[in-house]
C-alpha cells in the first residue's frame, strides 16, 4: 500500500490542523493505521494509532487533543490536531501496518510509509 499525506502547515499555538493519509489498494480496512512525528532533532515517535476495527490509542501528550479516525470507504485516515503546541512541531508521517497495536506504536509490523508532512507551531 502506498501512503500520501497531507494538511500540514503553520499555525499559532492553540491552533487546529487537520492532517490526512490516502491510501491506494484494496486492502487499506486490513490495515492498523498510525502517525508518527519526528521533530528536529529527535528521534521519530509514534502520535497515535487505530487498528483495522477501530481502536485508538494515544500518547499521554496528545491524548484530548488528537484523534485519529480512518475512512475505509475513501481509505484515508486522518488525524485532527486541536490546541496546538510549539512542542508538537514535527514533520509527521502516516504509517500501515499489520500487527498488534503495541507493535505499530514501536515501528514494528509497519509495511509503508507516508512522506511527511510539516507541522509548525508558533508561539
Known amino acids: 500500500v502506498q501512503l500520501q499525506a497531507s494538511g500540514g502547515g503553520s499555525v499559532r499555538s492553540g491552533g487546529s490542523l487537520r492532517l490526512s493519509c490516502a491510501a491506494d489498494g484494496d486492502t487499506f480496512s486490513d490495515y492498523a493505521m498510525g502517525w508518527f512525528r519526528q521533530a528536529p532533532g529527535k528521534e521519530r515517535e509514534w502520535v497515535s494509532v487505530i487498528s483495522a476495527s477501530g481502536t485508538t490509542w494515544y500518547t499521554d501528550s496528545t491524548r484530548g487533543r488528537f484523534t485519529i479516525s480512518r475512512d475505509n470507504s475513501k481509505r484515508t485516515v486522518y488525524l485532527q490536531m486541536n490546541f496546538l503546541r510549539p512542542a508538537d512541531t514535527a514533520v509527521y508521517y502516516c504509517?500501515?501496518?499489520?500487527?498488534?497495536?503495541?507493535?505499530?506504536?514501536?515501528?514494528?509490523?509497519?509495511?509503508?510509509w507516508g512522506k511527511g508532512t510539516l507541522v509548525t507551531v508558533s508561539s
Open positions: 504509517a500501515a501496518g499489520q500487527g498488534p497495536l503495541r507493535s505499530i506504536t514501536q515501528q514494528m509490523g509497519i509495511h509503508s
